[in-house]
Structures are given as C-alpha cells and as structure tokens.
C-alpha cells in the first residue's frame, strides 16, 4: 500500500512561498534605499549646481563692479592731477601779477619822493633789497629823499644811507653829492596789511 504525505508538500510549498515573499520585500527596501539615495543625491546635486551658478554669476558681477571702480578711480586721480596743475598755474598767475605791479609802484613811490635837484644814476633790487644811486646838489636833498621814502610807507623798516660823499665838478664850479641808499620795498598790500596787524596785536591783552 502506498501512502503518501501531503502534509510535508503543504508544507514545503508554504516554506517556498514564505521565501518568495521575504525575498521581494528585501528587493523592494532596497529598490526603494537606492531610489531615495538617487533622489538625496540629485537634489544635493541640484542645489550644488544652483550654488555653483549663483556665485558664478556674484563673481562676474564683483568683477564688472571692480572694473567700473577701477575706471572711476582712474578718473579721480586723473581729476586730482588736472586740480593740482590748475592751483600750480594760480599760484604762478599769482607771482606774475605780483611781480608786474611791485616794480610799477616801487618806480612811482620812489619818484615821488625825489627831491628837487636830485637824480638817480642807477637802481638795482635783489634778495635783500633795493639799492638806488644817485647824486645831489646838496646832503639835504640826500636826507630829504630817504626822508621820503621812509615816509611812503613802502619800505620795511628803514632805509640806509650806504655812500654820501661830496665830489668836485670839473665842468662847472660847485660840488656835487654821490650817494647810495638801500632799503626793503614792500607791496601795497603788504603795506596795508602791516598797520592792521601791528594794531591788532597792541589790542590783544597782555
């Protein structure tokens, strides 16, 4: 007689089918592990690259705007040059016009205070000042000219007689005086200026 056990192919096949379906859960954790991960993965990537655009972009702006700051930084020190050439030509205007009027008034101031029977041979002014030659019919005349230009307000501090001698005339009887002075000239501002700021130191309190 044969017998056969079902129970024990019930029970393989359930052991079978059991494995099948651990088997699938394990395949679909992973596919869904892996999927995640592409899903992580490419995000991050994403967002890397958006990044990665982002401050692409900011660094061809900073350079656009370092750009643009250089030219205008150009532009300024160019402005500061032209400026610093104008105030060297004010100054030098400046000087010029100084220099054509002091002449001007010191010609005038010292042939207004030219005595009668006086005349110049000779003037010269350098660094430390001017010196006038000249001769006279008397040491009056001399005495009275530098009197004069003392009195003119022109010259700084006082003028110095430096030669008054007395010398014979060969050509018509009588003598002559040779003399030769020497002062400082001083501008009209400058002559202005000096009272104002000798009265304004005498008011200040002591």
């Known amino acids: 007689m044969i017998r056969i056990n079902l129970l024990a192919a019930e029970r393989e096949g359930k052991k079978k089918k059991a ?5 699938q859960k394990a395949t679909i954790a992973c596919s869904l592990v892996l ?7 490419g995000w991050r990537y994403m967002a890397i690259s958006r990044e990665s ?12 705007e370092a750009t643009r700051l250089h030219a205008v930084i150009q532009q300024v020190q ?24 002091g002449p001007v008034h010191m010609l005038d101031q010292v042939s207004r205070s030219m005595p009668p029977m006086l005349w110049l041979t000779n003037l010269k002014q350098d660094d430390s000042g001017i010196t006038i030659d000249g001769r006279s019919t008397t040491q009056t005349g001399v005495s009275d ?5 003392e009195g003119s307000g022109y010259f700084k ?8 001698e007395t010398q014979a005339v060969t050509q018509a009887p009588g003598q002559v005086v040779k003399f030769s002075v020497k002062g400082v ?11 104002a700021t000798v009265a304004k130191n005498a008011a200040k309190p002591k």
């Open 185 to 195: 000239f001083q501008t009209p501002g400058e002559a202005a200026a000096a009272p």
């Open 78 to 101: 160019s402005f500061e040059q032209q400026k610093a050439q104008l105030q060297q030509r004010v100054v030098l205007i400046e000087q010029l016009r100084k220099s054509q009027t």
């Open 19 to 23: 494995t099948f379906q651990s088997g």
């Open 157 to 164: 501090k006082s003028v110095d007689i430096l030669v008054s």
């Open 35 to 41: 999927v995640l991960t592409g899903v992580v993965i």
């Open 53 to 64: 655009t982002k401050l692409d972009e900011d660094i061809a702006k900073a350079q656009t």
């Open 145 to 149: 000219f530098v009197g004069n230009l």
